[in-house]
């Protein structure tokens, strides 16, 4: 995260995110070291952790602070050499370094301050995600920035906003995709039996009428890797050609199943 915001924000004049952004106009605009700003920042956020969040939580984010206030000062350096020419590549490559960094630490359920642990507070209450509360409170911080930095770079960062949060997201929920297959057919039960013996994953079915016929059927309701889509496709179509199937994609599945390695799961390697 140091890296990007000395590398690329602000060489080519890029606001940074949450309270980072607040740091960068004040380093423009008085030429404060970050490090030193983002510890002052941070006393009354501390605070805030110490009296709602837990005592792990609370001093993970203090070493985070320290250490990111410590590396923001340290790479300053590489603040002096313009890497990349390019405001958008720029944008592209901080953003998504920044949101490697901070995936990092959402994934070891930290934050690094700031609006993190507001972030966390309303994702402990409401459920919802620290990087889109984060993108939410942004977008606020990028219309009062628009007074101070003008138009271009503010739509430039809101580029650099839309890399960082999609990358972290990517990042904290992993690239291990999961599909949710509904299938209804005339014969479900072979359409199940073939599921099971290709990718070995257990298959639910779930009582369906259809509202204008009355006909009741066999819903074939079944959970697997992306890995496994292709497989699964091609034992339904064979099957049953003209099945009707619907796919969507699942985030979070809570099985121990999806948590076993491949030694020993039942998945079929053929």
Partial sequence: MARALNSFYIPAKILSCGA???LILVYYGTGIPIGVTYIILNIPIFFIAYKYMDREYTVSTIYNILLFSFAADFFSFLSKEILVHDMLLSCIAGGVLFGI???CIYRARSSTGGLDIISALIQGRYSISISTSNFLFNILLLAVSVFFAGLEPVLYTLVTFFVMA???NAFTVGFDFKKNFIIMSDNPEAIAEAVFRKVGRDVTYLEGEGAYTYNKRRVVFVVAKLTQMAKIMA???RVDPDAFRI???VNDVFWRSFTLNSSSSHEDSK
């Fill in 101 to 103: 960094g901070s995936s």
């Fill in 247 to 249: 796919i969507h994609d």
């Fill in 20 to 22: 980072n952004g607040m």
């Fill in 166 to 168: 999609r990358t972290s």
């Fill in 235 to 237: 034992a339904v179509k």
